[in-house]
């Protein structure tokens, strides 16, 4: 059996996570998991974040990293693998609050227009494939 614990300090707080397996490979990747929560922001690097949680109505557990600073108040949140046998960090987001109904809105959007075969860019035109 092995079983290793790692330290983490997420913003202010010190975790200890430990992780056990009989195989341990298995046991180091988890720990390297438990490692790699992010402890700064993806977005502005701030290093005011902290460990949290919710859960939806319909009865979901969201775990995030989330940034602290007022300006930014992005979050990172867990993935779990489809075996259930692990997970992973996404890209830091910030929240965007969708516009209610009762608002206009403030600019129109509109489909954008078919792009023909003549009109793609190549990558030779600014480095893009697209």
Aim: glycine share 8%.
């Amino acid at each position: 059996m092995s079983k290793i614990s790692v330290n983490k300090k997420i913003g202010n707080t010190t975790f200890t996570f430990w992780a056990e397996d009989e195989d341990f490979k298995e046991a180091f990747a988890e720990a390297a998991f438990y490692g790699g929560v992010p402890d700064k922001c993806g977005i502005c690097g701030g290093e005011e974040v902290k460990l949290d949680s919710n859960r939806t109505q319909e009865g979901y557990l969201y775990i995030k990293v989330k940034c602290l600073n007022e300006d930014c108040r992005a979050a990172a949140t867990l993935g779990i693998y489809k075996d259930n046998k692990g997970g992973f960090w996404k890209k830091f987001e910030k929240y965007e609050p969708k516009e209610s109904n009762n608002e206009e809105p403030t600019e129109k959007t509109t489909k954008p227009e078919k792009v023909t075969k003549k009109e793609e860019k190549s990558e030779d035109d600014e480095g893009y494939p697209f």
